[in-house]
């Protein structure tokens, strides 16, 4: 079976451009979360989708946003990037919360440089 | 406000002794806690997780204990192996009308020393 995919791996944009990533959940998950990790904040809660629908959001700006397909693919989108963007972005998959055995699953990362 | 909190930064363990990671929470509406390893550049890795109406889960050499009184769990891993050196994440969902959100830890990065 295979598991959550990311693409792509790694990215290096520029101040200012916007950037856009791209996550396949496990086959039958319907909820996908993102997530940025930095070596000072950890792992912080970007949003979740499941059956294309927005669920949760965290604090981040505006300039972070993202969807979710109906074969449950999702892509995010940080536009008007910041050096401070520069992160491991990272993409989780579960079958949501219809299950006795709750399993939240991630992918390898993008690796994300403003410069 | 830190909701998951991971005290240790790292641990020091001989291989094939037990590793006991800890964690503490203050939110009592999480259902869920996960426990993840993870290595750099690379997406954390789910080892094993617990309900909340449950005090003990074990899978092979991992076994998660939580203590909701205490509103603290610990990951014992038992014979620890070179191998298991990571980084491990503690994470807590909680029932926020359906979302799979995680809070997590900071990490405690473990060595099991040959």
């Known amino acids: 079976k295979a598991g959550v995919t990311q693409t792509p791996r790694y990215l290096i944009k520029t101040r200012g451009q916007q950037v856009t990533l791209s996550c396949s959940p496990i086959s039958g998950h319907r909820s996908v979360s993102w997530y940025q990790q930095t070596p000072g904040q950890g792992l912080q809660f970007l949003f979740e989708?499941?059956?294309?629908?927005?669920?949760n959001k965290g604090n981040f700006p505006g300039r972070f946003s993202g969807r979710q397909f109906s074969n449950s693919r999702s892509e995010m989108n940080v536009s008007t990037l910041e050096l401070g963007d520069s992160a491991l972005y990272l993409c989780?998959?579960?079958?949501?919360?219809?299950?006795?055995?709750?399993?939240?699953?991630f992918g390898p990362g993008t690796r994300l440089t403003v410069t | 406000d830190q909701q998951v909190k991971q005290n240790s930064p790292s641990l020091s363990v001989q291989e094939g002794r037990i590793s006991i990671l800890n964690c503490d929470y203050t939110?009592?509406?999480?259902?869920?806690f996960l426990w993840y390893k993870k290595y750099p550049a690379e997406g954390p890795t789910f080892l094993i997780s617990i309900s909340s109406i449950k005090d003990k889960n074990e899978d092979g050499r991992f076994t998660v204990f939580l203590n909701k009184s205490a509103k603290h769990l610990s990951l014992h891993i038992v014979p620890s192996q070179p191998g298991d050196s990571a980084v491990y994440f503690c994470a807590a969902r909680g029932p926020q009308g359906g979302s799979e959100k995680l809070v997590f830890g900071k990490g405690t990065k473990l060595t099991v020393n040959p």
């Open positions: 939110n009592s509406m999480f259902d869920y």
């Open positions: 989780a998959s579960s079958k949501g919360r219809d299950r006795v055995v709750y399993e939240q699953y």
């Open positions: 989708y499941f059956s294309e629908t927005q669920r």
